[in-house]
Each structure stands twice: as C-alpha cells, then as structure tokens.
C-alpha cells in the first residue's frame, strides 16, 4: 500500500577523492591483470583517499555540498546521520566527528553500520524519525574510506573497493515526490563470508591480530556474489510491489556497485534496457554506502531525474543485509 505522507530528498551532494588508481597501477602491486579485473568486475579505475584524509573529512565535503545546494546552513538539519563501514574511530561516531568539522549547533548524531547497504537502511530510518515528527530535517552521509582497511597484498579484495561519500537532505515531501516503498532484511547466520575480524571485542587489537592481518576486510567472493544476486533481485521486486508499481514502471534501476555481472544479473531479472540501469562502478569500484548516491547524483547531473520518474535503488552488503527502495522524482 502506498503511503500517505513520504520523504523526499531535498538535495545530493557528493565527495570523490582525487587520486586515481587504475588497473594498471594495481599489475605492478600484486599478480593481477586489467583483463581479469575488467571482464570478472567491471572496474578500470577507483578512487583512493589521500594519506591524511579521514572518513569524516570525504562526509563533510559531501555534506557540505548537499547542504549548499539545498539552500540550508547546518543549524538547519536535527540530525547527522552517517551510514559507515570504516569509521574514524570506534568512538565517537564519525557523525559526531563530522558534526564537530561542520560546526554546527548541537544536535542529534550517531553512526549506522549496515555494510555497503548502510544508505538504505540509513533512509528507512530517517523515514521514520522525520514522518514521526522527531526530525524535521536529516542529513544522511554514506561514506566509505575502504582503502585504509583493504590488505593490499591480497589481489582477491585490494582490486575491488574504492573510497567515496555522498549525502542527502531529507525532509518531508510537501508534493507527489518522494520514497513510495522500501523493503530491508539481514541474516546474520552468513557474517563470516564478509567481515573484518580485529579490533572489536571477539579479537581485541593485539600483537598476533596484527600479524595474521585481521584489521583487513576478508571476503569469500563468491558466496557473497551469489547472495547479492538473489537478495538484490528480490528486494528490487519487493518494493516496486509495495509500491503498487510494475517492473514495466520503473525508469532507473541503481544497484549498489560491487561487481558489473552481478549488476546485469539483477537488470536481467528486472528486464530493464541498458540504457535504464546505472553503472559507474567502471570509473569508481565499490565505494561501498557512498555507490547508491553517488549514481543518483550522476543522474541527476545528467538531467534524468525528470518529476514523475521513477527510480529503484537497491543494496547487498555485509552481515548480510539488503534493501530495495522506490523513489518518485
Ligand atoms: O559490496 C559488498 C558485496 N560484495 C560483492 O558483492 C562482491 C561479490 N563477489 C565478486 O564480485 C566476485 O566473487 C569477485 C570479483 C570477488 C571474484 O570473482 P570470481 O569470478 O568469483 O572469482 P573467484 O573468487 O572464483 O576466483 C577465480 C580465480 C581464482 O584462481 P583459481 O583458484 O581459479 O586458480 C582466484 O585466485 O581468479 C583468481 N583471482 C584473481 N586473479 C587475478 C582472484 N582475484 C584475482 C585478481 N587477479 N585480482
């Protein structure tokens, strides 16, 4: 059933560190290749973050530049709410780091750890805080600095992920615009498939935790490529269901970036053209939270994001968790 009241994203912002690092580059630090890299992943190139920047210091640009679009100065939001896999620090929250570089009033902040779904899960539950009446406004950071917790000898994760930020300010629609359904889910029975083990309470930092690399992210790609493929297919269906659509009805499809076969998989079962699902993961890699926004201001740049369109945007990450949303521009 289609909800009365929704949110709608007021504006996007987006942050991309300038470093790029190419496949070529990735043949002269360990044994791959760009044919293997491109025909099993689709990636040619990401971006790296600069040896100092922090994942805070990518949100604060990105949210910077949604709150200058929006018209908005940061007293003007209730929360800051980040979506994050690489916090700065365990503690504090990297929301209450990028609240402190945005110098704003005090106000609401914290983190929300849902893997590379985080964006998603991030938006239901601003959904539920700004329809409740507790926020007026929230801004959302996705933001990832995967390169700073990647092994870098090992050629079965270091070739994938990349490091970027994007933002919305979210608020409630005062017109047809805005979310039309979501649909989220996890099984934590699968977290050993893609996780980073160290320094958090099961393997404290230590020594041996040190040596053995377990403050690395470690992934068994194919279980979790199978995982995506089903999890992301079901949850895009779900929620055009919910929102009364047909898959006919949807004009942009943006899976969350991780790999392009898994991307054609989903389209394929949508039955959507080419032309109508979103791909940059060429130019990025998985940037992890930071993919979903970062399309949609792409789109947006590019003019596609006319009043009416619908958009569908859909994740798969660790613990497992997914989620599938439907936007009306
Ligand atoms: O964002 C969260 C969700 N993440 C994902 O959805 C990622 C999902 N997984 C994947 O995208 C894919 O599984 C990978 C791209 C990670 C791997 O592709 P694959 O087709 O599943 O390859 P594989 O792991 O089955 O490995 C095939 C071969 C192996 O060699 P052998 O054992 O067949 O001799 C690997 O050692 O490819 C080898 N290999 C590489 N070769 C060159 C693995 N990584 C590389 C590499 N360069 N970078």
Redesign the pocket.
């Known amino acids: 059933m289609v909800r009365e009241k929704r949110i709608k994203i007021k504006s996007i912002g987006i942050y991309l560190p300038e470093k790029i690092l190419t496949n070529y580059d990735l043949e002269k630090m360990?044994?791959?290749?760009d044919e293997?890299?491109t025909t099993?992943?689709g990636i040619k190139e990401r971006r790296i973050a600069a040896g100092e920047q922090v994942t805070s210091d990518l949100g604060v640009e990105a949210a910077k530049m949604a709150l200058e679009k929006a018209g908005l100065k940061p007293e003007d939001i209730d929360l800051i709410l980040v979506a994050t896999n690489s916090p700065d620090t365990i503690f504090p929250s990297t929301a209450c780091w990028i609240q402190r570089k945005l110098g704003t009033r005090e106000m609401a902040a914290f983190d929300l750890q849902a893997?590379?779904t985080g964006m998603l899960y991030g938006l239901i539950v601003s959904e539920g805080l700004i329809l409740s009446g507790i926020c007026r406004r929230v801004l959302l950071i996705g933001v990832d600095v995967l390169s700073k917790i990647t092994n870098w000898e090992d050629?079965?994760t270091c070739?994938?992920f990349g490091d970027g930020a994007g933002a919305f300010v979210l608020e409630e629609s005062q017109d047809e615009s805005g979310f039309l359904s979501h649909c989220w889910g996890a099984d934590g029975s699968l977290g050993e498939l893609?996780m980073l083990p160290a320094g958090g309470t099961l393997h404290p930092a230590s020594e041996q935790t040190v040596k053995d690399k377990l403050h690395y992210i470690q992934?068994k790609?194919?279980e979790?490529?199978k995982n995506?493929v089903k999890r992301m297919g079901e949850a895009a269906l779900e929620a055009v269901k919910k929102a009364g659509l047909e898959k006919d009805q949807v004009d942009f499809l943006i899976p969350?970036q991780?790999?392009l076969?898994?991307i054609e998989a989903i389209a394929e079962r949508f039955n959507l053209d080419r032309n109508r699902v979103v791909v940059n993961i060429d130019k990025y890699g998985?940037m992890?939270v930071a993919t979903i926004p970062v399309a949609l201001y792409e789109l947006q740049q590019e003019g596609k994001l006319q009043p009416g369109k619908i958009v569908v945007m859909v994740a798969?990450?660790?613990g497992f968790t997914w989620a599938a949303s439907v936007y009306r521009c």
Do not use: Q, Y
């Open positions: 360990v044994d791959t290749s293997w890299i099993r992943t893997g590379c050629r079965t070739v994938l893609l992934m790609g194919n979790v490529f995506a969350h991780a790999n076969r898994i998985n992890s798969f990450g660790a």
